[in-house]
């Protein structure tokens, strides 16, 4: 692992943990792939925590507090529409969610909600926290 990466993230870890805006962030400041960044943190033994779509990081798993986004009450069909355009058969990419979210003008916590209230499944995280294909 290249140093200056790992200086970098070890002064934004908290707790053991570097967040996920965070490594998005040392990413961009690095101008390197997001997942880079999470192999690296994984080598380091640093997880990485509080998602910026609410899907992990945010407690106990096993008491059901690991997340934090909920499915919106009204999707409006717009977002829907979109938001399924952009998945495929094994579920939608973080990477799309981020995009469409950028797209709409909305904020990627927001399209997070209507991919849940969608019933589609982030298939793959940018930081690979969860399968990269």
């Not at 070890?10 to 996920?20: A, N, T, Y």
């Not at 965070?22 to 080598?43: C, M, S």
């Not at 355009?85 to 927001?110: F, P, Y």
Request: net charge neutral; glycine share 10%; hydrophobic share 45%.
């Amino acid at each position: 692992m290249d140093e200056t990466l790992h200086q970098a993230m070890l002064e934004q870890v908290e707790e053991g943990r570097l967040s996920c805006a965070r490594a998005h962030a040392i990413a961009e400041r690095f101008g390197i792939d997001p997942w880079l960044v999470g192999q690296a943190a994984n080598e380091a033994g640093i997880r990485i925590s509080h998602c910026l779509l609410g899907l992990f990081g945010y407690g106990p798993k096993a008491e059901g507090r690991h997340k934090i986004v909920q499915p919106i009450e009204a999707v409006p069909e717009e977002w829907a529409a979109r938001l399924r355009a952009a998945a495929d058969g094994s579920g939608i990419t973080c990477a799309a969610v981020w995009r469409v979210a950028d797209e709409l003008g909305i904020g990627r916590m927001k399209a997070a909600s209507v991919v849940e209230a969608l019933g589609l499944r982030v298939s793959v995280c940018q930081l690979g926290c969860f399968p990269r294909r």
